[in-house]
């Protein structure tokens, strides 16, 4: 009886303190949440591409003649103007060369003359017939001869003054000079791998970035326009963010589109047109082109609404029942801190805006409107 008598009293506390703690757990109110009506609204979304600066004008500076580096006129990374001189090559060897082909020029000259002297002086004698016509044929072919050498020899002058110009080089266009592999005194050649140096014109410069298929069709639906080009020609301002993430000053414009798909890499280029009065670009610099997509009639859902699971975006919709459910979403873009969604929920539903993280799919809240929230997200 001893032993019996505690157990039942102690089956009894039990009992007894069974429905209490079921009545307090169901006395747990609904948490509160705020929540907003999701709405569709006209917007645009930022995509960025991996883009390389090049100079409009980006070349490589070379000899055309081969000879001693005699002068180097510039520093490396001086501002040019176009006709300016880089490079003096010794002359010497050229300005001979010139000179034998003005001595060559002018003995065929005088060959010349002595051949129309030679016709000069047979032609009456073959009218009179006091010498047959056959020496003055051979007068005539030796004068087309010397007519013939006296083109070469002009020729030859011609070419030799060209060689000599080329040993005094001048900036094609006006840029920034390069590096100078070689220095006064070097010999160089024509046939150097390396060049004298390079020269950018960087007043504008040109950032290329690639499109994937699906984005490059994406984007041809995106714009009105029968053609590219068309499609160009509406196409909004671009921006470029630079290394260090910031915006460069000045937006730029695409202007052209690659003729065909890298077949290695699947992608087209695309080339946009930044001015730069300021010289802050350079070519070989890196950035990101910054593309503006529109999107008609978009559902935007702020990003904090949100959870990620195994890959996966969800949102909590709200019922009439004040009861939420876990829907799965497919995101087609982000626009600062909102999600543009295309499947999963339509305008006109109602989300938690915060503290899912700890909802369950199907608990009850209790809702807390926050019209000026969503008034915000379809401002935006």
């Known amino acids: 009886m001893k032993i019996i008598l505690p157990l039942a009293m102690l089956l009894a506390a039990m009992a007894s303190c069974g429905p209490d ?3 307090q757990q169901q006395a747990v109110p609904a948490p509160t949440l705020p929540v907003a009506t999701i709405n569709s609204a006209n917007t645009v979304t930022d995509q960025e591409y991996p883009a390389a600066l090049q100079g409009t004008v980006d070349i490589e500076i070379r000899p055309q ?3 001693n580096l005699e002068k180097i006129f510039v520093d490396e990374g001086a501002l040019v103007t176009k006709g300016q001189p880089l490079f003096k090559i010794n002359e010497q060897p050229y300005r001979e060369q010139l000179n034998n082909a003005l001595a060559s020029y002018h003995a065929a000259q005088a060959s010349l003359i002595n051949t ?17 016509d056959y020496q003055l044929k051979t007068a005539k072919a030796s004068h087309q001869v010397a007519q013939a050498n006296l ?5 030859m002058v011609g070419s030799a003054k060209i060689n000599l110009g080329y040993t005094l080089i001048t900036a094609p266009v006006g840029g920034y000079i390069g590096r100078l592999p070689k220095k006064q005194g070097s010999l160089i050649a024509v046939t150097d791998a390396e060049a004298l140096t390079k020269l950018s014109d960087v007043h504008e410069v040109y950032a290329y970035f690639s499109l994937g298929e699906a ?8 714009y009105s326009g029968n053609t590219i080009d068309d499609k160009i020609k509406h196409l909004t301002p671009v921006s470029l963010v630079l290394a260090d993430n910031s915006d460069y000053p000045v937006t730029g414009k695409v202007d052209m589109v690659d003729g065909q798909f890298d077949k290695n890499t699947g992608a087209i280029t695309l080339r946009a047109k930044f001015a730069n009065a300021k010289g802050l670009l350079r070519s070989g610099n890196t950035g990101k082109i910054r593309l503006s997509l529109p999107h008609e009639n978009a559902i935007i859902v702020p990003q904090s609404a949100t959870i990620e699971m195994q890959d996966k975006v969800f949102v909590f919709t709200v019922s009439k029942d004040n009861k939420v459910t876990k829907m799965p979403i497919t995101v087609i873009g982000k626009r ?5 969604i295309n499947d999963g929920v339509k305008s006109g539903d109602q989300i938690v805006l915060s503290g899912i993280d700890k909802l369950q799919d199907g608990q009850v809240i209790q809702p807390e409107k926050a019209g000026k929230v969503a008034q915000v997200i379809n401002k935006k």
């Open 336 to 340: 600062g801190t909102d999600y543009l």
């Open 151 to 155: 083109e070469q020899a002009k020729a």
């Open 65 to 67: 003649v081969n000879g």
């Open 215 to 222: 984005d490059f069709i994406k984007f041809k639906e995106q």
């Open 116 to 132: 129309q002297l030679e016709i000069d002086k047979l032609t009456p004698l073959v009218a009179n017939k006091v010498v047959s």
């Open 21 to 23: 703690q079921s009545a």
